[in-house]
């Protein structure tokens, strides 16, 4: 069965400094990980994914990922918050054992930005 | 490109009637679209898949007969809530799948509120 597990619910971090969001993952396939980041009331927009290719995916927003195989993480980083940021964060991996590759999603990360 | 719309983005109705909600993939053929309920400050809840054409097959614990999904052409997707009741209530995003990729690609949400 694949999982994905979020390690923190919430991350508080100042304007300025870096942001790590946390997520490991379970699967007995090679997984194809992603990271979507949603806005309060919107919608989950794509930020990056994993399909089996580079290691170190860019996304949007100055956001990257390492797919780490070893340590079975995909962690989620960038080098500098902006107040823009503050969102919820979701790492998902896709269900390969069924046919409509289904997501399964994590609990959440809650990103606040201080001023 | 990959934008998907929902209609209505809020909706108001008495409790016993029936809302309709739409989903569109606007550049592109969504051959697979799904229908998530999400509660306040949770992750998603897939509620069902559906293929174009097909019949959708819901999730364990989803009321088919109350939840009608419907998956007539390759860019729409309409949800019915029927006899809606005050635990109805909730946002439900759509998300949809073109052919050859497993990444998703999420609607706006439409929040409804049943009295």
């Known amino acids: 069965a694949q999982s994905v597990t979020q390690l923190d619910s919430h991350v508080s971090v100042s304007e300025g400094t870096p942001v790590l969001l946390r997520c490991n993952y379970s699967s007995s396939y090679s997984p194809s990980l992603f990271w979507y980041v949603q806005h309060p009331n919107k919608g989950l927009q794509l930020l990056l994914k994993y399909t089996s290719a580079a290691t170190l995916v860019k996304g949007i927003n100055g956001f990257e990922a390492e797919f780490k195989k070893s340590e079975t993480s995909f962690h989620l980083t960038k080098p500098s918050a902006h107040m823009s940021d503050a969102a919820e964060y979701f790492c998902v991996v896709s269900d390969q054992t069924s046919g409509t590759y289904k997501y399964i999603f994590g609990t959440g990360t809650r990103l606040k930005v201080l001023a | 490109g990959a934008v998907v719309s929902q209609h209505p983005s809020r909706v108001i109705c008495k409790s016993g009637t029936s809302v309709k909600i739409e989903c569109r993939s606007l550049d592109f053929q969504a051959t697979t679209m799904f229908w998530y309920r999400q509660f306040p400050k949770q992750s998603l809840m897939l509620m069902a898949t559906s293929n174009e054409g097909s019949k959708a097959t819901y999730e364990q614990g989803v009321e088919k007969d109350k939840f009608l999904i419907n998956h007539a052409s390759l860019t729409l997707s309409t949800l019915t809530v029927t006899s809606a009741h005050p635990e109805d209530s909730s946002f439900y995003i759509c998300?949809?799948?073109?052919?050859?990729?497993?990444?998703?690609?999420f609607g706006p949400g439409t929040r409804l509120l049943v009295l």
């Open positions: 998300s949809a799948r073109g052919s050859g990729g497993e990444t998703q690609y």
